[in-house]
């Protein structure tokens, strides 16, 4: 069976991240299900790794928090979108944090239907 690789990065400080990388997390999860259910019949299967930074690696380029990879190229590429950047709270601080802009909205929490759109694209178009 091919894999989809997707890889999901965040800032953990004391166990804890913030508020949109948690529901990040989540939306990826409730993705990961989505993709499963149409891929395995394909013989792709999604394959998921999470990644913490730490203080010091998110403090150097915020950007590389809630960053996602699918099959080695960012999400946003997929859907033709670009990173951007927000302040952020909790633990990150007020620091400007990565975005994602797609069709001129940007987000800041990565919508499941993103996800899966972007997944599919990828399963689709690439010899995995």
């Known amino acids: 069976m091919k894999k989809l690789p997707i890889v999901w990065q965040r800032l953990v ?6 508020p949109r990388c948690a529901g990040t997390g989540e939306q ?19 394959a998921l790794e999470t990644r913490s930074i730490d203080e010091a690696t998110f ?3 915020p950007s ?5 990879w699918i099959a080695g190229k960012p999400m946003e590429e997929w859907l033709k979108g670009s990173a951007g950047t927000s302040r952020c709270c909790s633990v990150c601080g007020d620091s400007e944090c990565r975005t994602v802009n797609i069709e001129g909205t940007a987000y800041e929490v990565i919508p499941e239907a993103l ?8 399963a689709l178009t690439t010899s995995l």
Do not use: F, H, Q, W
């Open 28 to 46: 990826v999860e409730r993705a990961l299900e989505e993709l499963r259910t149409t891929l395995l019949p394909l013989g792709i299967e999604p």
């Open 115 to 122: 996800l899966v759109k972007a997944g599919l694209i990828a």
């Open 13 to 18: 400080t004391g166990g804890t991240t913030c």
């Open 64 to 68: 590389e928090s809630n960053r996602i």
């Open 59 to 61: 403090k150097a380029n």
